[in-house]
């Protein structure tokens, strides 16, 4: 007996119905899994400029490159990949309850590590994300590297950095670069990162120059360690107020950082008392030396940076002190030799990793005279231990001052430093000038470019008891012990960490 029609119907409308629930699952997989968000001509879930590539070119590359990241689907199925999912999942839902992020936002993940927290962001509505990463994983995360995005510029509402991410790019400048390159003015930046210390946080601040603070709190992090939890709004003008005093500012002054001031308080106190053996006071003043590495983290500047002015031979301070005693925070220091005696020029030229500046450190691009002085021995003797010499500060011809003098070239240090190195940078110099700090201080506070440098190690030449005389002082220098101790002084008022050196 034939079924009735009715009961036909209803067949044909329960199969219709399971085909269409059957295609809405696999619609679902092919945009949350497989990656095929763009298969067709008439419809594309994510812009040209956010387009997925397709598994099997990921794949590939994936071959290429030796990774030995398991698969997506493989990893997605785990556990602890679940329970990171819901940590973020966590954080954006308060994320979006203070405002910060929207449904309609466009979202990227920067450096995601395995896509938990895009995943975390489609499931609560944020449908418009994506992750970069150097391991690509479609459809959560593209090929990209966080300092070098592969995206338009303003193509963004919100970013995130997770769990230090951006602590440990080793590029945080130009991380924060793309940042404010991609973000759109109005869009927020949220990182988590493990900045403890006032320096460590501020210095990450002074990298996002197009964003002002919303606020900022401790939050358990995805592995139970605490990180700090930092929100930024991008703004339509760069607001870095320090870079004033080096862009052309007419007082060319620096902001003196409250946290700076902080660590100077910390640091070994200054010497009141002129010590009457400096040979031996130096020696006890090294071991109580309160370094700034060794009271804050520098995670977050760009470029490590050590400039010997005074350098002398090799092995006088950069081999013999900086190499083997400075504590690094195992960062890869860029070094520079100031050094204008021709004697010690030689022996840089095999040393790897240090670049010579054949110069004086001035106050101006000039020529300067050196004296020779002789206690005793031969002139070639004085100069091969790079002793003896001292800066004559009245420029004259060299017929002037008869056959004992040297001519060399003396650069003007302030431009040369603005040059060479940025805010963004970690500067420490070791200053051992013959009596020039007395120019060269002065000069680098008035111009502002005080504020590229962090940390100072300094010489200052006075009229100090002999070593060989009992009772005499030194005829070579005529500034007085006072005068060096209120240049010291004077910088650390300027916000600089200085510390006496001999």
């Known amino acids: ?114 896509g ?39 193509s963004f509402d919100f970013e995130f950095s997770a769990n230090g991410s951006l602590d440990r790019s080793g590029r945080p400048a130009d991380f924060a670069n793309e940042v404010c390159r991609t973000l759109k003015p109005g869009g927020f930046f949220v990182a988590q990162i493990f900045a403890k210390d006032n320096y460590s946080f501020n210095s990450f601040l002074d990298l996002f120059n197009c964003c002002r603070l919303i606020r900022t709190r401790n939050v358990d992090g995805v592995d139970t360690t605490s990180v700090r939890e930092v929100v930024l709004r991008k703004e339509t003008q760069f607001l870095n107020p320090r870079k004033l005093g080096l862009g052309g500012n007419s007082s060319n002054k620096c902001l003196i950082a409250g946290y700076k001031l902080e660590l100077i308080r ?90 010579l500046v054949p110069y004086a450190a001035w106050v101006r691009n000039e020529t300067l005279f050196f004296e020779i002085t002789r206690d005793s021995g031969s002139k070639d003797v004085e100069m091969s231990r790079g002793i003896g010499r001292r800066i004559n500060h009245n420029v004259r011809s060299s017929s002037s001052y008869g056959e004992e003098v040297d001519k060399i070239k003396g650069i003007d240090f302030v431009e040369w430093l603005k040059r060479s190195v940025a805010e963004s940078d970690f500067v420490v110099v070791k200053m051992d000038v013959e009596g020039s700090e007395f120019y060269l201080v002065p000069r680098l506070i008035e111009s502002g470019a005080i504020c590229l440098i962090d940390e100072v ?36 008022e300027a916000g600089v960490l200085v510390h006496q050196w001999w």
């Open 266 to 355: 910390k640091a070994e106190p200054l010497m009141e008392q002129e010590p009457l053996k400096p040979w031996i006071a130096w020696k006890r003043n090294l071991k109580k030396v309160k370094y700034l590495t060794s009271m804050a983290d520098i995670s977050f500047k760009q470029r490590y940076v050590y400039i010997d002015v005074g350098a002398r031979s090799y092995g006088s301070s950069i081999g013999s002190w900086f190499k083997k005693q400075y504590p690094k925070q195992s960062k890869s220091f860029e070094v520079y030799a100031i050094e204008a005696d021709r004697v010690f020029h030689e022996e840089y030229r095999d040393k790897e990793g240090v670049s």
């Open 457 to 492: 190690f300094m010489e200052c030449h006075y009229n100090r008891w002999q070593r060989c005389c009992c009772g005499q002082r030194s005829a070579k220098f005529k500034r007085s012990y006072g005068q060096c101790l209120e240049l010291f002084t004077k910088l650390r």
């Open 116 to 154: 938990e927290d895009v995943l975390a962001l489609k499931e609560n509505g944020v449908v418009n994300s994506i992750g970069i990463s150097g391991n690509a994983s479609p459809p959560l995360i593209l090929p990209g590297a966080p300092h070098r995005q592969p995206f338009d510029e303003a």
């Open 1 to 114: 007996m034939d079924p009735p029609p009715n009961q036909l119907r209803n067949i044909l409308v329960r199969l219709l119905t399971f085909a269409v629930l059957v295609l809405a699952v696999r619609f679902a997989y092919v945009i949350t899994l497989a990656g095929e968000s763009c298969g067709y001509n008439d419809f594309c879930f994510f812009p040209d400029h956010l387009r997925l590539r397709g598994r099997a070119s990921l794949d590939q590359n994936a071959a290429v490159s030796g990774s030995k990241e398991p698969r997506g689907v493989d990893l997605w199925t785990t556990k602890k990949w679940r329970r990171t999912v819901d940590y973020y999942s966590a954080i954006f839902q308060e994320l979006i309850a203070e405002g910060f992020l929207a449904p309609n936002s466009k979202a990227l993940c920067v450096g995601t590590r395995a």
